[in-house]
């Protein structure tokens, strides 16, 4: 049971390690005007519209600039995960 408690130390200690670095990350989008900037946990940094855009093209363009980012910070994450040696590196692979 200790050694159970040990691992779930472990491993809560390397996600906040992971969320902190992550937090360091900055993921930029730009498309139509749209700029959207994310830290790598997903958290808004900035967002920037162009004047004159009509609610009709915010509607239409913002879903696909917001889409973007976080496919990309996804992708970031994943980048840091497997250069701590995957899922094992963090204590969730095989053991």
């Known amino acids: 049971m200790f ?9 809560r200690s ?8 992550l937090s360091g990350e900055h993921i930029t ?6 700029t959207l900037e994310l830290d790598g946990n997903l958290d ?14 915010l509607e239409r363009r913002l879903p696909e600039v917001i889409n973007q980012a976080i ?4 992708r970031v994450a994943a980048d840091k995960i497997r250069a701590r040696g995957g899922l094992e590196g963090l204590g ?3 053991s």
Do not use: C, S, W, Y
Not at 3 to 11: G, M, R
Not at 71 to 74: C, I, N, R, S
């Open 71 to 74: 496919d990309k910070a996804q």
């Open 92 to 94: 969730l692979g095989k």
């Open 14 to 21: 390397a996600a906040k390690t992971l969320q902190r670095e």
């Open 29 to 34: 989008i730009e498309r139509n005007g749209i």
């Open 3 to 11: 050694q159970k408690l040990k691992q779930f130390k472990e491993l």
């Open 44 to 57: 808004v940094q900035r967002l920037t519209l162009p004047p004159g855009m009509n609610q009709q093209e």
